[in-house]
């Protein structure tokens, strides 16, 4: 870029937006999938955008219009500033510091961006929602004056609100630990898609949209939606409220592009982490040393470096909370609605459980540094149970909280102690069969993209996981018997005595399944070790 292109009025705007349509026509030319891809998200946003502007057109002269237009831009706004924490590879124009040694000032470069960023699928779709929302709601003359500014504030309200959030966490973003929310962006969706279900379901119980209208009033004075609340004002001839509502956007806007301003200066005026001497976060980084929580010796150090993989490993921080949301999301979301039963608590027994499940998967090829301390079915035995002891300071106390959570949701306490045996009985089966299943099927976790089986080993993965599961189904029978014959025989007074039992069970099993393991973990180390090296 030269310096006179750079001086000349309106130059950078006009670049951004000519680097931006260069990246898309590149990035499609360079390979089909991912051509195809792009083609047929936008057919499916395209047909998505279309139906729900058909939708927002129907509801025209609907007494609950309002209400329902402020929560869709309510909602499309939070979309824009979530999607760049968990999706920042999806646009490499997200990224500042690219630009940050072009000889551009701060305020023409937000400029040239903020037009850039109306180029794609994402603002199409809003463009789309706000022209539905605006066609609902404005009735007269002076409602369709204001609709137009009203639509241009909430597509560049959106659209400032994802940069701004980009520009603040773009170091967060390029580093190891935003890679691990885009490798937890699936679990936000899929909660997010069981909270739309519960909220239609709630909707639907509640007898029509008379629900939305308390938090559609809030929703319509902060924007984006105040803009589309504007028209619906403006509309009721309340004009002294609508221009309020404009305003409030207004104000909002300008907020977020001196947010994104001060942002880039930050970015492209301070050092970061590779232009710092070594020496200099030396000195708050921590010393290595054992927790007082953990025992000593080797059983201590395989706990810890356990623990410091779910904490900082992306595949098994993203397994680990997959399985803790699920886990509580199922029992409490069908008791909130009112179709689910107290056994559904196991549910998080269960899904925590399947973590016991490829133990030395999850080490990779580091799994040669683990093997070299194992000599013999004594030293397999401290390892395996070590790796259970570390799994059971989250589980055990995360499995009694949802099933407590579940029981008063519910409200049927005295079922608790038989449910809270019965899942200690899973747990300890799982457990069981886990580490058996570790020691016999292993597999390797790739580290790399979204996959959890390396090509040529899904096989072993379905064996190892679904076959486990179906011996500790059998391995539980006995405790799943006993609790049948007490409500049979009409002794529910003494479910009481499955706490104890199915704790007990769940323990004594738990031992004996990583007594049969340890041996064949043993003799098995050079096949564990090819087995999980691979990819």
């Known amino acids: 870029m030269t310096g006179d292109a750079v001086r000349a009025p309106g130059a950078p705007t006009a670049t951004l937006v000519r680097l931006k349509l260069a990246l898309l026509r590149n990035g499609l030319r360079a390979s089909s999938g991912r051509r195809a891809a792009y083609v047929t998200s936008l057919v499916f946003v395209l047909l998505f955008a279309a139906l729900q502007l058909l939708g927002l057109i129907a509801l025209r002269g609907n007494a609950h219009a309002a209400a329902v237009c402020a929560i869709l831009v309510a909602v499309l706004g939070l979309g824009w500033a979530v999607m760049p924490l968990f999706l920042p590879s999806g646009d490499e124009t997200l990224d500042p510091t690219r630009l940050a040694m072009l000889p551009l000032r701060p305020r023409p470069l937000v400029r040239g961006l903020l037009v850039a960023s109306l180029v794609g699928i994402g603002p199409l779709f809003t463009l789309c929602l706000a022209v539905g929302a605006v066609i609902s709601l404005a009735h ?4 369709y004056v204001v609709a137009v500014p009203a639509v241009a504030l909430t597509l560049l309200t959106c659209v400032a609100l994802a940069r701004a959030v980009a520009a603040v966490n773009i170091r967060l973003l390029t580093s190891r630990k935003g890679r691990d929310l885009a490798v937890l962006s699936g679990l936000v969706i899929a909660v997010g898609a069981q909270v739309v279900n519960f909220g239609a379901r709630k909707l639907g119980s509640a007898g ?26 403006v509309s009721r001839g309340e004009y002294v409220a609508g221009a309020a509502r404009l305003a409030l956007c207004v104000l909002a806007l300008a907020g977020l592009l001196y947010a994104w301003q001060r942002a880039l200066t930050r970015l492209m005026t301070s050092p970061d982490g590779s232009t710092l001497q070594a020496a200099e976060p030396a000195r708050g980084r921590r010393t290595t040393g054992g927790s007082r929580l953990l025992p000593d010796g080797r059983t201590g150090t395989v706990m810890e470096r356990a623990l410091r993989y779910v904490w900082r ?8 909370v997959t399985s803790l949301a699920i886990g509580l999301i199922v029992p409490v979301f069908n008791a909130l609605q009112g179709t689910g039963s107290i056994y559904f608590a196991c549910f998080a027994a269960g899904m925590l459980g399947i973590q016991m499940y490829n133990q030395f998967g999850q080490d990779t090829s580091a799994f040669w540094m683990v093997a070299m301390t194992i000599s013999s079915p004594r030293d397999a035995y401290a390892e395996l149970r070590a790796r259970a002891l570390a799994l059971l300071m989250i589980t055990l106390p995360y499995a009694t909280l949802v099933t407590v959570v579940t029981t008063a949701i519910l409200g049927d306490w ?9 899942s200690f009985a899973l747990l300890g089966a799982m457990l069981a069969t886990g580490a058996w299943s570790s020691a016999r099927f292993p597999y390797s976790i790739p580290q790399e993209g979204y996959k959890n089986v390396v090509p040529g080993q899904a096989g072993l993965a379905w064996i190892s996981i679904f076959g486990g599961m179906v011996a500790a189904a059998l391995l539980c029978a006995p405790v799943i018997a006993f609790t049948i014959w007490l409500h049979v025989s009409a002794t529910t007074s003494a479910t009481w005595v499955l706490l104890p039992l199915g704790a007990g069970y769940g323990g004594l099993v738990t031992l004996a399944g ?22």
């Open 140 to 143: 007269g003359t002076a409602a």
């Open 208 to 233: 029509g949209l008379d629900a939305l209208d308390p938090a559609g009033d809030v929703l319509a004075w902060i924007p984006p939606s105040s803009a589309i609340g504007a028209v619906d004002s």
């Open 414 to 422: 005295r079922a608790l102690p038989e449910v809270l045996g019965l």
């Open 313 to 320: 490993d992306p595949k098994t921080k993203a397994a680990w």
């Open 514 to 535: 990583l007594r049969l393991a340890a041996p064949r973990t043993a003799s098995r180390l050079p096949e564990i070790l090819a087995a999980v090296s691979k990819g």
